[in-house]
């Protein structure tokens, strides 16, 4: 991420802006970074600095924030994304973990780590797929629901909380353009995972 705050200023605005409480100055934003990049070199395709760099800062707030909450609800990520993508598959919540792997966006083996240490915890059972030979089935138990249906809420009421800041319509408008703008991106680049930054376990 360091060239990222190097070229488009993500880092360089945080640090700015963690150091301007004691200087009494305005944080350096990214609409600063852009003007200060045209001006000493026009010419420099500036214009995605406005987008991309606030979606770091937001990536990076949002993410730490959840760590947190996660924290205190004493849920690891990964076994929180396990139980959230069964819950979310609907009754009888089961699925394999071929399933698993394919929704999680993670390996066969990181499936394999994840229901064992669930299964462990009495959040989960496994048991071999009826009539589908190596397959392996896995379900919430009503522990594992009653954790996903309590942490889900402190999550994403949390969230809610954050973005409070955005009128209704706003949000509407926002999601939208996100919405295109992920599709664009990962048409461009050929990858349609979908992850957080830096670990995909964070998805709810």
């Not at 060239?3 to 600063?32: F, H, L, N, P």
């Not at 001006?39 to 500036?46: L, M, N, V, Y």
């Amino acid at each position: 991420m360091g060239d990222v705050g190097d070229m488009g200023g993500a880092g360089e605005a945080d640090r700015a802006g963690a150091g301007s409480g004691a200087a009494g100055t305005a944080a350096y934003t990214a609409r600063d970074i852009a003007t200060a990049w045209e001006r000493e070199r026009p010419g420099t395709p500036a214009t995605s600095i406005g987008i991309v760099t606030p979606i770091w800062q937001l990536a990076k707030l949002f993410g730490d924030d959840r760590r947190r909450v996660l924290a205190r609800a004493g849920v690891d990520t990964a076994t929180l994304d396990l139980l959230s993508v069964l819950r979310r598959s609907g009754q009888p919540y089961t699925l394999t973990t071929r399933e698993l792997g394919r929704l999680s966006m993670v390996t066969a083996g990181a499936v394999s780590q994840r229901v064992a240490r669930a299964e462990r915890e009495g959040l989960v059972t496994r048991r071999p797929g009826e009539g589908k030979p190596r397959t392996v089935e896995v379900t919430l138990t009503e522990a594992g629901h009653t954790l996903v249906e309590e942490t889900v809420d402190q999550v994403l009421g949390r969230e809610a909380d954050l973005i409070s800041g955005l009128t209704a319509d706003q949000q509407a408008r926002l999601t939208e353009l996100l919405g295109v703008l992920l599709e664009d991106v990962q048409r461009s680049l050929g990858d349609e995972r979908i992850t957080q930054v830096g670990l995909s376990s964070d998805k709810i």
